[in-house]
Protein backbone atom coordinates (compact mmCIF):
# COMPACT_ATOMS: atom_id res chain seq x y z
CA UNK A 1 0.00 0.00 0.00
CA UNK A 2 1.30 3.51 -1.27
CA UNK A 3 1.60 6.29 1.44
CA UNK A 4 -1.00 8.28 -0.42
CA UNK A 5 -3.73 5.25 0.41
CA UNK A 6 -2.77 5.02 4.15
CA UNK A 7 -6.01 5.44 5.86
CA UNK A 8 -4.68 6.05 9.28
CA UNK A 9 -2.69 9.36 8.72
CA UNK A 10 -3.81 12.39 6.82
CA UNK A 11 -1.75 13.00 4.00
CA UNK A 12 -0.95 16.73 2.89
CA UNK A 13 -0.44 16.37 -0.79
CA UNK A 14 0.86 19.46 -2.02
CA UNK A 15 0.75 18.32 -5.66
CA UNK A 16 -2.57 17.88 -5.30
CA UNK A 17 -3.34 21.16 -3.98
CA UNK A 18 -1.18 22.97 -6.28
CA UNK A 19 -3.29 21.99 -9.19
CA UNK A 20 -6.25 23.13 -7.57
CA UNK A 21 -4.69 26.50 -7.44
CA UNK A 22 -3.34 26.53 -10.70
CA UNK A 23 -6.59 26.30 -12.36
CA UNK A 24 -7.69 29.40 -9.88
CA UNK A 25 -4.67 31.68 -10.92
CA UNK A 26 -4.93 30.96 -14.72
CA UNK A 27 -8.78 32.18 -14.28
CA UNK A 28 -7.38 34.88 -12.83
CA UNK A 29 -4.95 35.77 -15.23
CA UNK A 30 -7.60 35.35 -17.85
CA UNK A 31 -9.63 38.25 -16.10
CA UNK A 32 -6.71 40.68 -16.58
CA UNK A 33 -6.03 43.45 -19.43
CA UNK A 34 -2.39 42.68 -19.88
CA UNK A 35 0.20 39.56 -19.19
CA UNK A 36 1.41 39.90 -15.75
CA UNK A 37 5.37 39.15 -16.19
CA UNK A 38 7.40 38.19 -13.24
CA UNK A 39 11.17 38.69 -13.35
CA UNK A 40 14.17 36.16 -11.89
CA UNK A 41 17.87 37.75 -11.42
CA UNK A 42 20.01 34.85 -11.54
CA UNK A 43 23.77 34.15 -11.53
CA UNK A 44 24.92 31.05 -13.56
CA UNK A 45 26.50 28.20 -12.47
CA UNK A 46 24.19 26.96 -9.48
CA UNK A 47 22.26 23.35 -11.62
CA UNK A 48 19.78 23.23 -8.40
CA UNK A 49 18.79 27.15 -9.34
CA UNK A 50 18.25 26.09 -12.67
CA UNK A 51 16.14 23.19 -11.88
CA UNK A 52 13.82 25.63 -9.73
CA UNK A 53 13.92 28.05 -12.24
CA UNK A 54 12.69 26.02 -14.97
CA UNK A 55 9.49 25.32 -12.57
CA UNK A 56 9.24 29.02 -11.62
CA UNK A 57 8.47 29.09 -15.96
CA UNK A 58 6.75 25.97 -16.64
CA UNK A 59 4.23 26.92 -13.97
CA UNK A 60 4.17 30.38 -15.28
CA UNK A 61 3.20 29.42 -18.73
CA UNK A 62 0.59 27.37 -17.82
CA UNK A 63 -1.75 30.09 -16.11
CA UNK A 64 -0.26 32.68 -18.56
CA UNK A 65 2.28 34.60 -16.64
CA UNK A 66 5.56 35.49 -18.49
CA UNK A 67 8.57 34.44 -16.88
CA UNK A 68 11.87 36.50 -17.38
CA UNK A 69 14.87 35.07 -16.36
CA UNK A 70 18.12 37.60 -16.09
CA UNK A 71 21.22 35.33 -16.20
CA UNK A 72 24.30 37.03 -15.43
CA UNK A 73 27.62 35.44 -15.75
CA UNK A 74 29.17 33.56 -12.67
CA UNK A 75 32.22 36.11 -12.29
CA UNK A 76 29.71 38.71 -12.48
CA UNK A 77 30.20 41.57 -9.16
CA UNK A 78 28.16 42.19 -6.21
CA UNK A 79 27.21 45.64 -8.08
CA UNK A 80 26.37 43.99 -11.22
CA UNK A 81 23.88 42.00 -9.76
CA UNK A 82 22.58 45.07 -7.67
CA UNK A 83 22.42 46.84 -11.10
CA UNK A 84 20.22 44.08 -12.36
CA UNK A 85 18.08 44.18 -9.74
CA UNK A 86 17.35 47.44 -10.05
CA UNK A 87 16.71 47.31 -13.31
CA UNK A 88 13.96 45.58 -12.89
CA UNK A 89 12.50 47.32 -10.13
CA UNK A 90 12.83 50.73 -12.38
CA UNK A 91 10.85 48.19 -14.81
CA UNK A 92 7.51 49.93 -15.22
CA UNK A 93 6.51 45.99 -17.33
CA UNK A 94 7.57 44.02 -14.68
CA UNK A 95 4.91 42.86 -11.86
CA UNK A 96 7.38 40.92 -9.64
CA UNK A 97 11.36 40.56 -9.01
CA UNK A 98 12.89 37.30 -7.71
CA UNK A 99 16.23 37.13 -7.25
CA UNK A 100 17.12 33.13 -7.25
CA UNK A 101 19.22 31.64 -4.32
CA UNK A 102 21.92 30.24 -4.07
CA UNK A 103 24.50 33.23 -4.86
CA UNK A 104 28.02 33.37 -5.25
CA UNK A 105 28.26 36.37 -2.10
CA UNK A 106 28.61 35.90 1.57
CA UNK A 107 26.09 38.90 2.51
CA UNK A 108 22.65 37.83 0.67
CA UNK A 109 20.48 40.09 2.45
CA UNK A 110 21.74 43.03 0.77
CA UNK A 111 20.52 41.50 -2.31
CA UNK A 112 16.96 40.53 -0.69
CA UNK A 113 16.70 44.21 0.21
CA UNK A 114 17.82 45.76 -3.25
CA UNK A 115 14.27 44.33 -4.24
CA UNK A 116 11.36 47.12 -4.69
CA UNK A 117 9.22 45.66 -1.66
CA UNK A 118 6.05 46.32 -3.57
CA UNK A 119 7.30 43.98 -6.71
CA UNK A 120 9.40 41.65 -3.54
CA UNK A 121 6.91 38.44 -4.49
CA UNK A 122 8.86 36.14 -2.63
CA UNK A 123 8.54 38.38 0.53
CA UNK A 124 12.42 38.69 1.63
CA UNK A 125 12.88 42.26 2.10
CA UNK A 126 12.71 43.87 5.90
CA UNK A 127 9.92 46.21 5.03
CA UNK A 128 7.74 42.83 3.90
CA UNK A 129 9.55 40.89 7.30
CA UNK A 130 8.45 43.90 9.17
CA UNK A 131 4.97 44.45 8.01
CA UNK A 132 4.59 40.74 8.58
CA UNK A 133 6.30 41.01 11.96
CA UNK A 134 3.53 43.87 12.88
CA UNK A 135 0.75 41.56 12.23
CA UNK A 136 -1.01 44.47 10.47
CA UNK A 137 -2.67 42.10 8.02
CA UNK A 138 -0.19 43.92 5.13
CA UNK A 139 3.09 42.74 3.73
CA UNK A 140 3.56 40.21 0.72
CA UNK A 141 4.28 36.69 3.23
CA UNK A 142 7.64 34.83 2.25
CA UNK A 143 6.30 32.24 -0.57
CA UNK A 144 7.02 28.62 1.58
CA UNK A 145 5.64 30.10 4.72
CA UNK A 146 2.53 31.06 2.53
CA UNK A 147 2.92 27.85 0.95
CA UNK A 148 2.48 26.14 4.54
CA UNK A 149 -0.51 27.97 6.06
CA UNK A 150 -2.25 26.99 2.64
CA UNK A 151 -2.05 23.80 2.90
CA UNK A 152 -3.17 23.24 6.47
CA UNK A 153 -6.38 25.10 5.47
CA UNK A 154 -6.83 22.52 2.41
CA UNK A 155 -6.67 19.95 4.94
CA UNK A 156 -8.77 21.78 7.70
CA UNK A 157 -5.86 21.45 10.12
CA UNK A 158 -6.19 24.74 12.80
CA UNK A 159 -4.24 26.64 13.81
CA UNK A 160 -5.96 28.78 16.45
CA UNK A 161 -5.13 27.68 19.78
CA UNK A 162 -2.70 25.13 18.75
CA UNK A 163 0.60 24.65 19.85
CA UNK A 164 3.10 25.34 17.43
CA UNK A 165 6.52 24.61 17.17
CA UNK A 166 8.95 25.69 14.46
CA UNK A 167 12.48 24.52 14.14
CA UNK A 168 14.08 27.15 11.96
CA UNK A 169 14.62 30.74 12.33
CA UNK A 170 15.40 31.52 8.77
CA UNK A 171 14.36 34.34 7.10
CA UNK A 172 12.53 32.29 3.70
CA UNK A 173 10.46 30.02 6.28
CA UNK A 174 10.78 30.09 10.04
CA UNK A 175 10.54 34.01 11.26
CA UNK A 176 7.93 34.85 8.92
CA UNK A 177 5.66 31.30 9.14
CA UNK A 178 5.92 32.59 13.18
CA UNK A 179 4.61 35.43 12.36
CA UNK A 180 2.23 34.66 10.57
CA UNK A 181 0.94 31.70 12.92
CA UNK A 182 0.54 34.23 15.80
CA UNK A 183 -1.59 35.86 13.50
CA UNK A 184 -3.50 33.17 13.08
CA UNK A 185 -4.04 32.80 17.15
CA UNK A 186 -1.23 30.06 17.31
CA UNK A 187 0.96 29.76 20.16
CA UNK A 188 4.24 29.65 18.75
CA UNK A 189 7.84 28.31 19.55
CA UNK A 190 10.76 28.51 17.66
CA UNK A 191 13.67 25.88 18.00
CA UNK A 192 16.75 26.06 15.90
CA UNK A 193 20.20 24.16 16.63
CA UNK A 194 20.82 25.91 20.12
CA UNK A 195 17.81 24.98 21.82
CA UNK A 196 17.87 22.55 24.71
CA UNK A 197 15.27 19.90 25.23
CA UNK A 198 14.15 19.96 21.25
CA UNK A 199 12.83 16.26 21.68
CA UNK A 200 10.59 17.10 24.41
CA UNK A 201 9.25 20.49 22.29
CA UNK A 202 8.55 18.14 19.50
CA UNK A 203 6.35 15.73 21.98
CA UNK A 204 4.64 18.40 23.25
CA UNK A 205 3.52 20.57 20.26
CA UNK A 206 -0.06 20.14 18.62
CA UNK A 207 1.21 21.29 15.40
CA UNK A 208 5.25 20.58 14.19
CA UNK A 209 6.96 22.44 11.09
CA UNK A 210 10.23 21.49 10.44
CA UNK A 211 12.69 23.44 8.25
CA UNK A 212 16.06 22.56 9.33
CA UNK A 213 17.71 20.97 6.14
CA UNK A 214 18.66 17.60 8.49
CA UNK A 215 17.84 14.10 7.17
CA UNK A 216 15.40 12.30 9.26
CA UNK A 217 15.74 14.50 12.66
CA UNK A 218 12.33 13.66 13.72
CA UNK A 219 12.02 9.85 13.95
CA UNK A 220 9.14 7.64 15.29
CA UNK A 221 10.21 7.80 18.92
CA UNK A 222 9.80 11.75 18.80
CA UNK A 223 6.03 12.12 17.86
CA UNK A 224 2.89 11.33 19.28
CA UNK A 225 -0.90 10.60 17.95
CA UNK A 226 -2.72 13.17 17.02
CA UNK A 227 -0.06 15.62 15.67
CA UNK A 228 0.22 17.53 12.18
CA UNK A 229 3.54 17.11 11.33
CA UNK A 230 4.87 19.85 7.88
CA UNK A 231 8.27 18.24 6.98
CA UNK A 232 9.96 21.58 4.41
CA UNK A 233 13.28 20.09 4.64
CA UNK A 234 14.67 19.35 1.60
CA UNK A 235 18.10 17.16 1.50
CA UNK A 236 19.75 15.01 -1.33
CA UNK A 237 21.35 11.59 0.60
CA UNK A 238 22.77 8.69 -1.66
CA UNK A 239 20.37 6.04 -2.48
CA UNK A 240 20.85 2.75 -3.85
CA UNK A 241 23.61 2.06 -5.83
CA UNK A 242 23.51 1.53 -9.62
CA UNK A 243 25.52 0.70 -12.81
CA UNK A 244 29.46 0.70 -12.01
CA UNK A 245 28.69 1.18 -8.28
CA UNK A 246 27.52 4.80 -8.83
CA UNK A 247 24.49 5.84 -5.97
CA UNK A 248 21.59 7.21 -6.88
CA UNK A 249 20.48 10.58 -5.28
CA UNK A 250 17.18 10.93 -3.57
CA UNK A 251 15.00 13.68 -2.26
CA UNK A 252 13.88 13.51 1.83
CA UNK A 253 12.87 15.46 4.39
CA UNK A 254 14.30 16.29 8.00
CA UNK A 255 11.31 13.68 8.66
CA UNK A 256 12.02 9.81 8.71
CA UNK A 257 8.42 9.68 7.00
CA UNK A 258 7.73 5.97 7.31
CA UNK A 259 8.67 5.31 10.55
CA UNK A 260 6.43 8.63 11.56
CA UNK A 261 3.68 8.12 9.10
CA UNK A 262 1.35 5.60 10.92
CA UNK A 263 2.61 7.39 14.50
CA UNK A 264 0.52 11.16 13.89
CA UNK A 265 -2.53 11.85 12.28
CA UNK A 266 -1.78 14.22 9.70
CA UNK A 267 1.92 14.76 7.70
CA UNK A 268 3.41 15.87 4.46
CA UNK A 269 5.62 14.36 2.61
CA UNK A 270 9.11 14.97 1.10
CA UNK A 271 9.17 15.22 -1.90
CA UNK A 272 5.25 15.90 -3.06
CA UNK A 273 4.38 18.38 0.41
CA UNK A 274 5.14 21.98 0.81
CA UNK A 275 7.87 21.98 -2.43
CA UNK A 276 5.30 22.34 -4.93
CA UNK A 277 3.17 24.74 -2.67
CA UNK A 278 5.81 27.15 -2.81
CA UNK A 279 6.17 27.75 -6.33
CA UNK A 280 1.99 28.00 -6.55
CA UNK A 281 2.59 30.45 -3.59
CA UNK A 282 4.98 32.86 -5.24
CA UNK A 283 2.52 33.06 -8.12
CA UNK A 284 -0.17 33.64 -5.21
CA UNK A 285 1.50 36.95 -4.46
CA UNK A 286 2.62 38.10 -7.82
CA UNK A 287 -1.35 38.29 -8.81
CA UNK A 288 -1.85 40.10 -4.64
CA UNK A 289 0.63 42.22 -5.09
CA UNK A 290 -0.85 43.35 -9.31
CA UNK A 291 -4.22 43.79 -7.42
Partial sequence: MSYLQNMKTKILDGKK???????????????MRRTPVLAIVSVKGADRSD???REKIKFGASIGVKVRNIVLPADCSASELLDAIKAQNQDNTVDGVIVQMPLPFSDLR???NAVNPQKDVDGLT?????????GAGEGILAATARGVITLLREYDESVDGKKVLIIGRSTLVGRPLAAAMLALN????V???RTANIREEIRSADIVVVAAGVPNLI??????????IVDVGISLVDGEKIEEEIPTKNVVGDVAFDEVRDSVSAISPVPGGVGPMTVASLFENLLDALR
Avoid at 17 to 31: A, C, D, F, S
Avoid at 219 to 228: P, T
Fill in 186 to 189: ATVT
Fill in 51 to 53: VYI
Fill in 191 to 193: AHS
Fill in 219 to 228: RREDVRSHQV
Fill in 110 to 112: IFA
Fill in 126 to 134: DVNLGKILA
Fill in 17 to 31: LREKIRIKLGQRVEG
